[in-house]
């Protein structure tokens, strides 16, 4: 399954005002198991942050 499948199934839908996937991202702000990253549309101008939280580590082999 590829990247752009999983953010489907998971809801992930580029924009969130206008759905678009002409998207930027900015920098990443890291604090304990959070990372935050300011989002921006560039066919509407519409701009929120994208908040990840560390749900488990796995070991690899």
Known sequence: MSFNDE???MGFD???????NNVQGGSF????????????CDDCEA???DVYQLVTQEIVE
């Open 29 to 40: 702000d890291v604090s304990d198991n959070t990372v935050s990253q300011k989002m921006l």
């Open 14 to 20: 580029g924009c969130p005002k206008c759905h678009s």
């Open 47 to 49: 701009e929120w942050y």
């Open 7 to 9: 953010a489907d199934e």
